[in-house]
Protein backbone atom coordinates (compact mmCIF):
# COMPACT_ATOMS: atom_id res chain seq x y z
CA UNK A 1 0.00 0.00 0.00
CA UNK A 2 1.36 3.35 -1.34
CA UNK A 3 1.70 6.06 1.70
CA UNK A 4 0.88 9.29 -0.51
CA UNK A 5 1.87 11.15 2.48
CA UNK A 6 5.62 10.24 2.22
CA UNK A 7 5.52 11.56 -1.30
CA UNK A 8 5.58 14.80 -2.93
CA UNK A 9 4.23 16.64 -5.63
CA UNK A 10 4.56 19.78 -7.38
CA UNK A 11 2.44 22.00 -4.50
CA UNK A 12 3.60 19.62 -1.92
CA UNK A 13 2.43 16.41 -0.27
CA UNK A 14 0.75 14.09 -1.85
CA UNK A 15 -2.12 12.51 0.04
CA UNK A 16 -4.33 14.43 -2.30
CA UNK A 17 -3.23 12.28 -5.17
CA UNK A 18 -5.92 8.88 -4.42
CA UNK A 19 -8.45 10.78 -3.92
CA UNK A 20 -8.09 12.84 -7.43
CA UNK A 21 -6.94 9.22 -9.23
CA UNK A 22 -10.12 7.47 -7.77
CA UNK A 23 -12.09 10.49 -9.73
CA UNK A 24 -10.80 10.25 -13.20
CA UNK A 25 -13.38 9.55 -15.93
CA UNK A 26 -11.80 8.44 -19.83
CA UNK A 27 -13.10 12.07 -21.37
CA UNK A 28 -9.34 14.09 -21.91
CA UNK A 29 -11.42 17.28 -21.01
CA UNK A 30 -11.78 16.08 -17.43
CA UNK A 31 -10.70 19.08 -15.19
CA UNK A 32 -9.26 16.32 -12.91
CA UNK A 33 -6.70 15.65 -16.01
CA UNK A 34 -5.70 19.40 -15.59
CA UNK A 35 -5.26 19.67 -11.95
CA UNK A 36 -3.20 15.60 -12.33
CA UNK A 37 -1.28 16.86 -14.55
CA UNK A 38 -0.19 19.75 -12.88
CA UNK A 39 0.69 17.60 -9.75
CA UNK A 40 2.74 15.03 -11.33
CA UNK A 41 4.30 16.28 -14.37
CA UNK A 42 4.39 20.05 -13.73
CA UNK A 43 5.69 21.79 -16.75
CA UNK A 44 7.90 18.39 -17.26
CA UNK A 45 9.23 18.06 -13.60
CA UNK A 46 8.30 14.93 -12.09
CA UNK A 47 8.24 14.36 -8.02
CA UNK A 48 8.16 11.09 -6.32
CA UNK A 49 4.03 10.48 -6.43
CA UNK A 50 4.40 10.69 -10.55
CA UNK A 51 6.42 7.54 -10.54
CA UNK A 52 4.01 6.29 -7.79
CA UNK A 53 1.10 6.70 -9.89
CA UNK A 54 2.17 4.88 -12.63
CA UNK A 55 0.38 1.24 -11.77
CA UNK A 56 -2.72 3.37 -10.85
CA UNK A 57 -2.54 5.25 -14.34
CA UNK A 58 -2.51 1.69 -15.94
CA UNK A 59 -4.74 -0.28 -13.90
CA UNK A 60 -7.19 2.95 -14.98
CA UNK A 61 -5.67 2.48 -18.90
CA UNK A 62 -6.85 -1.53 -18.53
CA UNK A 63 -10.34 -1.21 -16.99
CA UNK A 64 -11.31 1.41 -19.90
CA UNK A 65 -11.12 0.44 -23.68
CA UNK A 66 -8.93 1.35 -26.18
CA UNK A 67 -10.15 3.94 -27.59
CA UNK A 68 -10.61 5.59 -23.94
CA UNK A 69 -7.57 5.51 -22.59
CA UNK A 70 -5.78 8.30 -24.18
CA UNK A 71 -5.79 10.39 -21.27
CA UNK A 72 -4.02 7.96 -18.34
CA UNK A 73 -1.58 6.65 -20.90
CA UNK A 74 -0.17 9.98 -22.43
CA UNK A 75 -0.27 11.31 -18.80
CA UNK A 76 2.04 8.39 -18.00
CA UNK A 77 4.27 8.63 -20.92
CA UNK A 78 5.19 12.06 -20.02
CA UNK A 79 6.06 10.82 -16.79
CA UNK A 80 8.47 8.26 -17.57
CA UNK A 81 10.16 10.18 -20.42
CA UNK A 82 11.26 13.21 -18.19
CA UNK A 83 14.57 13.67 -17.27
CA UNK A 84 13.79 16.38 -14.79
CA UNK A 85 13.41 14.74 -11.34
CA UNK A 86 14.03 16.29 -8.42
CA UNK A 87 13.21 14.27 -5.40
CA UNK A 88 15.26 11.09 -6.04
CA UNK A 89 16.43 10.65 -9.37
CA UNK A 90 14.15 7.51 -10.09
CA UNK A 91 14.23 5.60 -13.34
CA UNK A 92 10.64 4.28 -13.75
CA UNK A 93 12.56 1.76 -16.22
CA UNK A 94 13.94 0.28 -13.67
CA UNK A 95 11.68 1.02 -10.13
CA UNK A 96 8.39 0.53 -12.02
CA UNK A 97 9.24 -1.88 -14.77
CA UNK A 98 6.27 -4.00 -14.31
CA UNK A 99 4.01 -0.59 -14.52
CA UNK A 100 6.18 0.71 -17.30
CA UNK A 101 5.47 -2.87 -19.42
CA UNK A 102 1.77 -2.72 -18.85
CA UNK A 103 1.45 0.75 -20.64
CA UNK A 104 3.87 -0.09 -23.51
CA UNK A 105 1.37 -2.89 -24.43
CA UNK A 106 -1.61 -0.91 -23.65
CA UNK A 107 -0.15 1.61 -25.87
CA UNK A 108 -0.12 -0.50 -28.46
CA UNK A 109 -3.47 -1.76 -28.74
CA UNK A 110 -4.62 1.66 -28.50
CA UNK A 111 -2.79 2.30 -31.44
CA UNK A 112 -4.48 -0.78 -33.29
CA UNK A 113 -7.70 1.42 -32.43
CA UNK A 114 -8.40 3.39 -36.06
CA UNK A 115 -11.84 5.16 -33.91
CA UNK A 116 -8.66 6.60 -31.79
CA UNK A 117 -5.92 6.62 -34.32
CA UNK A 118 -7.56 7.82 -37.45
CA UNK A 119 -6.59 11.32 -36.48
CA UNK A 120 -3.13 11.94 -37.33
CA UNK A 121 -2.94 14.30 -33.69
CA UNK A 122 -3.77 11.58 -31.63
CA UNK A 123 -1.66 8.92 -33.78
CA UNK A 124 0.94 11.16 -33.00
CA UNK A 125 0.48 11.61 -29.47
CA UNK A 126 0.12 8.18 -28.88
CA UNK A 127 3.09 6.97 -30.68
CA UNK A 128 5.22 9.18 -28.86
CA UNK A 129 3.91 7.67 -25.56
CA UNK A 130 4.82 4.03 -26.88
CA UNK A 131 8.63 5.23 -27.74
CA UNK A 132 8.37 6.96 -23.84
CA UNK A 133 7.18 3.49 -22.81
CA UNK A 134 10.15 1.92 -24.43
CA UNK A 135 12.37 3.98 -23.39
CA UNK A 136 13.30 6.12 -26.46
CA UNK A 137 15.26 8.97 -25.75
CA UNK A 138 13.71 12.09 -27.28
CA UNK A 139 11.78 11.32 -29.44
CA UNK A 140 8.83 10.26 -26.85
CA UNK A 141 8.49 13.90 -26.60
CA UNK A 142 9.92 15.48 -29.68
CA UNK A 143 8.11 13.49 -32.33
CA UNK A 144 5.04 15.44 -31.80
CA UNK A 145 7.13 18.08 -33.85
CA UNK A 146 5.02 16.16 -36.25
CA UNK A 147 2.20 18.20 -35.39
CA UNK A 148 3.37 21.14 -35.48
CA UNK A 149 5.14 21.04 -39.02
CA UNK A 150 7.89 22.77 -37.46
CA UNK A 151 11.63 22.53 -35.07
CA UNK A 152 12.72 25.37 -33.87
CA UNK A 153 16.88 24.51 -33.63
CA UNK A 154 19.67 26.53 -33.20
CA UNK A 155 22.47 25.87 -35.52
CA UNK A 156 25.66 23.72 -34.68
CA UNK A 157 27.90 25.94 -36.02
CA UNK A 158 26.59 29.40 -35.30
CA UNK A 159 23.96 28.70 -32.82
CA UNK A 160 22.03 30.91 -34.87
CA UNK A 161 17.66 30.13 -34.48
CA UNK A 162 16.60 27.96 -37.02
CA UNK A 163 12.50 27.29 -37.76
CA UNK A 164 12.57 24.02 -39.47
CA UNK A 165 9.56 24.10 -41.27
CA UNK A 166 8.15 20.79 -43.16
CA UNK A 167 3.96 21.22 -43.15
CA UNK A 168 1.46 23.40 -45.37
CA UNK A 169 3.66 26.31 -45.50
CA UNK A 170 6.38 24.28 -47.37
CA UNK A 171 9.45 22.60 -46.17
CA UNK A 172 12.93 24.75 -45.60
CA UNK A 173 14.40 26.32 -43.35
CA UNK A 174 14.81 30.30 -42.41
CA UNK A 175 14.93 32.60 -39.25
CA UNK A 176 11.83 34.76 -39.96
CA UNK A 177 9.59 33.91 -37.48
CA UNK A 178 6.74 35.23 -39.34
CA UNK A 179 6.96 32.91 -42.25
CA UNK A 180 3.50 31.86 -41.24
CA UNK A 181 1.79 35.48 -42.69
CA UNK A 182 4.71 36.24 -45.20
CA UNK A 183 6.95 34.56 -47.47
CA UNK A 184 10.79 34.74 -45.49
CA UNK A 185 13.20 36.65 -47.23
CA UNK A 186 15.49 33.95 -46.94
CA UNK A 187 14.67 29.76 -46.88
CA UNK A 188 16.52 27.36 -48.02
CA UNK A 189 14.95 23.71 -48.96
CA UNK A 190 15.08 21.13 -46.70
CA UNK A 191 16.63 17.90 -47.57
CA UNK A 192 14.54 14.76 -46.84
CA UNK A 193 15.89 11.14 -46.19
CA UNK A 194 15.67 9.11 -49.39
CA UNK A 195 13.18 6.35 -47.08
CA UNK A 196 15.20 3.68 -48.72
CA UNK A 197 18.06 4.48 -46.57
CA UNK A 198 16.23 4.78 -43.59
CA UNK A 199 17.00 1.75 -41.22
CA UNK A 200 17.17 2.10 -36.79
CA UNK A 201 14.31 4.22 -35.30
CA UNK A 202 13.44 6.17 -38.53
CA UNK A 203 13.16 3.22 -40.54
CA UNK A 204 11.07 1.79 -38.12
CA UNK A 205 8.91 4.82 -37.67
CA UNK A 206 8.69 5.21 -41.50
CA UNK A 207 6.89 2.02 -42.14
CA UNK A 208 5.02 1.65 -39.08
CA UNK A 209 3.45 4.94 -40.81
CA UNK A 210 2.99 3.28 -43.59
CA UNK A 211 1.29 0.30 -42.12
CA UNK A 212 -1.05 2.50 -40.00
CA UNK A 213 -2.11 4.51 -43.17
CA UNK A 214 -0.17 7.56 -42.76
CA UNK A 215 1.40 8.39 -45.53
CA UNK A 216 1.30 11.76 -45.04
CA UNK A 217 3.09 11.87 -41.52
CA UNK A 218 5.76 9.34 -42.96
CA UNK A 219 6.53 11.74 -45.57
CA UNK A 220 7.15 14.65 -43.26
CA UNK A 221 9.08 12.08 -41.01
CA UNK A 222 11.82 12.01 -44.16
CA UNK A 223 12.60 16.29 -43.23
CA UNK A 224 12.94 15.00 -39.67
CA UNK A 225 15.49 13.04 -40.46
CA UNK A 226 16.98 14.62 -43.47
CA UNK A 227 19.14 18.01 -43.56
CA UNK A 228 18.57 21.36 -43.12
CA UNK A 229 20.84 24.65 -44.39
CA UNK A 230 21.38 27.01 -41.55
CA UNK A 231 19.65 30.77 -42.63
CA UNK A 232 22.30 32.42 -41.17
CA UNK A 233 25.55 31.09 -42.04
CA UNK A 234 24.43 28.69 -44.70
CA UNK A 235 25.97 25.64 -42.98
CA UNK A 236 24.11 21.85 -43.44
CA UNK A 237 23.12 20.09 -40.39
CA UNK A 238 21.46 16.89 -39.41
CA UNK A 239 17.86 18.06 -38.10
CA UNK A 240 17.75 14.55 -36.13
CA UNK A 241 21.15 15.86 -34.51
CA UNK A 242 19.96 19.51 -33.76
CA UNK A 243 16.52 17.85 -31.88
CA UNK A 244 18.97 16.18 -29.74
CA UNK A 245 21.36 18.97 -28.90
CA UNK A 246 18.40 20.95 -27.65
CA UNK A 247 16.23 18.33 -25.85
CA UNK A 248 19.18 15.78 -25.06
CA UNK A 249 19.82 15.22 -21.43
Sequence with gaps: MTDW???NHAYGTAQDIPGLLDAMSPDPQDAGWGALWSRLCHQGTVYS???AALPALAAMARQWSAAERSAPLCLAGAIVASVDRPDNGEDPYLSRSAATAELRGLTEEALRDPGLTGDPLNYVQLLGTLLSFEGVEVWGEQIDGLNGGEYELPCPACEAENFVVFGEHGCFSTMDAMYMERAPATRFPLRPMDPSLMD????RLY????KDGHPDLAHKLTYVFGRAQCADCGVSFSVEEAVFARWGA
Design 49 to 51: AGY
Design 207 to 210: ARMI
Design 5 to 7: SRL
Design 200 to 203: GLAG
